[in-house]
């Protein structure tokens, strides 16, 4: 068998075990999800502590994906994916064995960083296993959808797992992808050599840009923590602080971490928000819903994962969006997207605890899973088609980045916006303080609004926002940093 051949066969199978790992890398983030309870009975933990476990995966996700990423771009995507996975299935071990609570913590962030490395090197092998063009468009469509269908299979797979069995083994399940990714002969034959960057003279490797790591990681995790499980803005505010002081380095060193140019480019500031907003929009929703399901219509933990199977229908739909983005182009499609999911906000807007279910299961549930499905696609599209190969892994950190701190950000905003809803309405307390239906359901009315209205003021921004000609030479320029 030639090589040619062996490579051909390579590219046929490991597309789907890289879709299997960032499905699974996003799954994790909620695989705890329905167990905690039984872990804070297990190890005694206060609120706090729950707090800190329950975003401890997700902190050390989003805040080290921009090194991550670098990291594929300079020592190679397909030996940072197998460190990346090789800690991923390690800590899931340790996990998993846990036998205190400090040592599942630990676990849960290594998992984090793990996963940090593995999933901008995955998005940057598949843009090296297809050339720029309609193959890749495809891929990158499919690959848009990846994680969405990994935050529903996660909560819709920890619920049935803890229910059968100790809620261990939800942190054993990705240890088995993780292997198998390690183990495949595929992925390494469709691995490219260690990327060298342009700017490296005489082969010599360039260097890392550790100041800006050092910040921006720093400034992802703090402002996650202050906006997630912090009792007061310090830790907000040094975050941003730090994000502030990664700007300032990065624009005035010669080889950063993040170039500026990566940001400013035309295509990728259409591309970033929609993600964004369509993340947060995505993980508000499973919240907000859930909370509506149990705490107002009384319903068990089992029929609440039941009324999210509609939510299953994104699986369904990179390949419709690959045909859709073949056939009307990416910007087109993403807008398509937004406005769809942007209709199915009105039923939830107007959420009361009296609300008829096939309105939200069977109306806004998928027209929701469409909409944002296909946004999703449209955007990954748009953001890594043109990316040269010694930008692949960092332009696929940003992807990730923004699709980690959408929900971080967006959940904290609709959070807020839905308590002082409830606050007006007569009840600052919320349901723990004993508050009417009415009062707690009309704060999360307000949050599907606003969620509504977020979508129709991207879907105009990318409407109106003319994406640059990804084959033109001075477009090349722009996007080499």
């Known amino acids: 068998m030639t090589s040619t051949t062996t490579r051909a066969r390579a590219h ?10 960032q499905v699974t890398l996003i799954a994790a983030i909620t695989l705890l999800a ?11 933990l206060a609120q706090g502590e729950l707090a800190l476990l329950s975003s401890g995966y997700g902190l050390a ?19 940072t994916l197998r460190a990346g996975l090789a800690l991923f299935g390690a800590a899931g071990l340790a996990g998993a064995l846990a036998p205190a609570f400090g040592v599942l913590l630990a676990a849960r962030l290594a998992q984090g960083a793990g996963a940090a490395l593995a999933a901008p090197a995955a998005l940057a092998l598949v843009t090296r296993l297809h050339p720029e063009g309609p193959r890749r468009a495809r891929a990158l469509a499919v690959w848009g959808t990846l994680s969405v269908s990994g ?32 183990l495949s002969r595929s992925v390494r034959h469709a691995g490219a050599p260690a990327a060298v960057s342009p700017g490296a003279a005489g082969g010599d490797r360039e260097r890392l840009d550790l100041p800006g790591a050092l910040l921006g990681t720093g400034g992802l995790v703090l402002l996650g923590h202050g906006l997630l499980t912090a009792t007061g803005p310090a830790p907000a ?66 029929q609440t994962s039941a009324a999210f199977l509609p939510n299953l229908l994104v699986l369904g739909t990179g390949p419709a969006a690959a045909r859709a983005i073949g056939r009307f182009g990416p910007r087109a499609a993403t807008v398509a997207g937004l406005l769809i999911a942007a209709a199915a906000m009105p039923p939830l807007a107007t959420l009361a605890p009296g609300t008829p279910w096939p309105a939200i299961v069977l109306v806004a549930l998928p027209l929701f899973a469409a909409g944002s499905g296909l946004a999703l696609a449209g955007a990954t599209v748009i953001g890594m088609s043109g990316t040269p190969p010694h930008r692949a ?46 009062a707690v359901t009309g704060g999360y009315a307000l ?21 640059p000609d990804r084959n033109t030479d001075a477009h090349r320029k722009e996007v080499a940093g």
Do not use: K
């Open 393 to 438: 892994g960092l332009a696929g950190g940003l992807i990730n980045t923004a699709m980690e701190v959408g929900p971080t950000v967006g959940l904290a905003v609709l959070v807020a916006i839905a308590s002082a809803r409830t606050a007006a309405l007569g009840c600052p307390g919320g349901v723990a303080a004993g508050c009417g239906a009415a």
């Open 34 to 44: 329905v167990p905690l309870p039984a872990i804070q009975r297990e190890f005694g």
């Open 61 to 79: 996700f989003g805040g080290l994906l921009l090194l991550g990423g670098r990291l594929a771009d300079l020592r190679g995507a397909h030996r």
């Open 237 to 302: 505010v040094a975050g941003l602080a730090l994000l502030a002081a990664f700007t300032a380095v990065e624009s005035r060193t010669a080889r950063p971490l993040l170039p500026p140019r990566m940001l400013v480019d035309r295509a990728r500031r259409v591309a970033l928000p929609v993600i964004l907003v369509t993340a947060a929009a995505s993980a508000a929703t499973m919240f907000f819903l859930s909370l509506y399901f149990q705490q107002v219509r009384g319903m068990s933990a089992a």
């Open 151 to 182: 935050a529903v299979g996660g909560s819709l797979l920890s619920g049935l797992v803890a229910s059968v069995a100790s809620w261990r083994w939800c942190l054993l399940l990705p240890v088995a992808v993780a292997a198998a990714g390690l």
């Open 447 to 467: 949050a599907f609004g606003t969620i509504g209205a977020a979508f129709l003021l991207v879907a105009a921004f990318a409407a109106i926002t003319r994406t």
């Open 12 to 21: 046929r199978v490991v597309f789907p075990l890289l879709g299997a790992v």
